[in-house]
């Protein structure tokens, strides 16, 4: 039965591979839990020593349709056997992917943009906002995470993404994001001017120089910890930003194709965003990522101004058209819905009887568990939320290396066509890691 861990942590298969990775990687990529993985299958991982895990990641919320889904598989191979580059020139599947992207939006995005990943789909909606209103000024938000390249690192609010890099690129304004939990005023829910506009009315005053072209932010900001802004907040941003002109930008490639839900999380605020960030579970696995949007903003650059070696590739593309097929007729968004409403039953139960989980929150099948020294004063205690992701993948459950501000909080994340039996199993697996780590 899933999970089952035959060896010690790293096994010595993956303590092999580990080693080649120490020499020859930058350390950069060594935070993770020592697991090499060898395959994959729905919301199960199997290293190379022959464990099994449950997968609490989908590969950083990537793979929404399950790991190797046989469907998406055979899409993927069979295009490998026609084409796999063409550059600019128009094939099928990018034609299609284009239009199944405006078909599944709202009728004002009418244009779809085919890139790879989500930081060139996040630079790609700046350049297209600037080049549209003919000003360069963006405010993002503090904590927020739009991707490593540098005009995304700029729009970002996390100071160890940018640490060590110099300077950022100039024009980007940061306003705090409602971090209910850690309010920088130190105010609560029903009194905090966070909820209104103020902030960014205060922002125009004293930092902008009148040139301000967009406004970017996730719908829930997740490297810094699943943050979940109060109801009403993101339409309340939308309409400031319709009144004056600046085009609104929704980075929703870590929230979109059903993880928190609906199959977009703008569809539960009741606005449609001028421009959208879509990215990794549209592929559910191959890279490919997109910035859908209104044409009368995407079509202000000119002919062959924005190109990409790889954007539009067909076989990203037909991996995308297949899981956005798989992710509409299997009503996954629902699914995530449904057993997000478990999920949260369930580490609601596990907060309840525990000192250190300080704050659960999350939507559909995306969750943030802040662990904290004491619940009363809220301390982080990242050391503690290290030793809680380790044992737990010691008792065959795999999580990423934590997340949030202070290096304290858990994320959760399964590929969404998870069996509920199988996520009550994972469940049952972190009631018993926290008891455990809670006991020594």
């Known amino acids: 039965m899933v999970p089952y861990v035959k060896t010690e942590l790293p096994g010595p298969r ?15 990529m060594s935070e993770q839990a020592p697991v090499v993985w060898d395959r994959a299958e729905g919301a199960v991982v199997w290293d190379v020593d022959g464990n099994a895990f449950i997968d609490f990641t989908s590969g950083v919320l990537v793979t929404n349709i ?8 055979e899409a993927v191979r069979e295009q490998a056997g026609l084409v796999m580059n063409s550059y600019d020139f128009v094939t099928p599947w990018r034609a299609m992917l284009a239009r199944r992207l405006v078909e599944i939006t709202p009728p004002s995005l009418d244009r779809a943009f085919i890139l790879t990943t989500g930081s060139e789909a996040t630079e790609a909606a700046i350049k297209m ?5 003919g000003r360069h000024e963006v405010i993002a938000f503090h ?11 700029a729009a970002g609010g996390k100071s160890g ?3 060590g890099f110099g300077p950022a690129l100039p024009g980007f304004l940061h306003a705090p994001f409602p971090y209910c939990y850690r309010c920088p005023f130190g105010s609560t829910p029903d009194r905090c001017r966070l909820h209104s506009t103020d902030y960014l009315d205060w922002l125009l005053e004293t930092e902008s120089v009148g040139d301000v072209a967009a406004l970017i932010t996730e719908p829930y900001q997740g490297g810094a910890g699943s943050i979940i802004p109060p109801p009403g907040w993101l339409k309340r941003v939308f309409d400031w930003c319709q009144q004056r002109g600046i085009v609104f930008i929704l980075d929703e490639v870590q929230s979109s194709f059903g993880r928190t839900g609906t199959l977009f999380a703008f569809e539960r605020e009741g606005f449609v965003p001028n421009l959208v ?17 209104e044409a009368r903003i995407m079509d202000s650059l000119e002919p062959g101004s924005m190109s990409s070696t790889n954007g539009g590739n067909p076989l990203s593309c037909r991996a995308a058209l297949t899981a956005i097929d798989i992710i509409l007729r299997d009503r ?11 999920m949260g039953r369930r580490l609601a139960a596990i907060q309840e009887g525990s000192g250190i989980l300080g704050d659960v929150r999350g939507q559909g099948l995306v969750w943030g568990l802040e662990i904290v020294r004491d619940r009363a004063t809220r301390e982080p205690a990242p050391e503690i939320c290290r030793r809680l992701i380790d044992e737990a993948c010691r008792r065959g459950l795999l999580m990423i290396a934590p997340i949030g501000f202070h290096g304290n909080v858990i994320r959760i994340a399964p590929p969404l066509v998870i ?10 697996i972190l009631e018993e890691t926290f008891r455990a780590v809670e006991a020594r």
Do not use: N, W
Request: charge should be positive.
């Open 14 to 28: 993956s303590r092999q591979y580990l080693q080649i990775s120490r020499e020859c990687e930058p350390r950069s």
């Open 66 to 73: 399950g790991h190797c889904h046989p469907e998406h598989v």
């Open 161 to 163: 993404v940018k640490k």
């Open 332 to 342: 996954l968004p629902e699914r995530a819905l449904d057993l997000g409403g478990l």
């Open 277 to 293: 960030c879509l990215g990794k579970g549209i592929g559910s696995g191959i890279p490919v990522s997109a910035v859908v949007g």
């Open 129 to 133: 906002a600037r080049k549209h209103t």
């Open 419 to 428: 069996e509920e039996d199988l996520l009550e199993r994972a469940l049952a």
């Open 143 to 153: 904590g927020a995470f739009h991707g490593r390249t540098f005009g995304a690192m």
